[in-house]
């Protein structure tokens, strides 16, 4: 599976972006897809994610601000976005989707798969 994350930009604080990840080599309808993000000098983090039966998960600090969604229009659910609303200054990160088999989880080493990542930055 190769992943293509992209949409990342600059937006002032209370902006809004949406980011793509676009699937190639195979279908990941039944994948779980998963959204983190890495701060200059911190770890990478989660920020939310989609179960292959669809349901979401979110980390706290984007919890209410972020939405993930998979392309209702394309079979093999091959295009998963992450909606992005009210950004803040913290949000600021490089962001990068990945996938994986079977259950949902929230660590990053269970992710077989990972996109090159997309960088977005909130100016406040």
């Known amino acids: 599976v190769q992943l293509q994350a992209s949409g990342g930009g600059s937006v002032q604080a209370g902006g809004s972006l949406r980011l793509s990840c676009a699937a190639s080599g195979r279908t990941i309808r039944t994948f779980t897809v998963g959204w983190f993000r890495q701060a200059l000098g911190r770890e990478r983090e989660f920020v939310g994610g989609?179960?292959?039966?669809?349901?979401?998960?979110?980390?706290d600090s984007v919890k209410g601000r972020f939405t993930i969604s998979r392309d209702s229009r394309d079979n093999a659910k091959n295009t998963v976005y992450l909606e992005m609303n009210s950004l803040e200054a913290e949000d600021t990160a490089v962001y990068y989707c990945?996938?994986?088999?079977?259950?949902?989880?929230?660590?990053?080493?269970?992710?077989?798969?990972w996109g090159q990542g997309t960088q977005v930055t909130v100016s406040s």
């Open positions: 989609s179960s292959w039966k669809g349901t979401t998960y979110y980390s």
């Open positions: 990945a996938v994986k088999q079977e259950k949902f989880c929230r660590l990053t080493p269970r992710y077989d798969y």
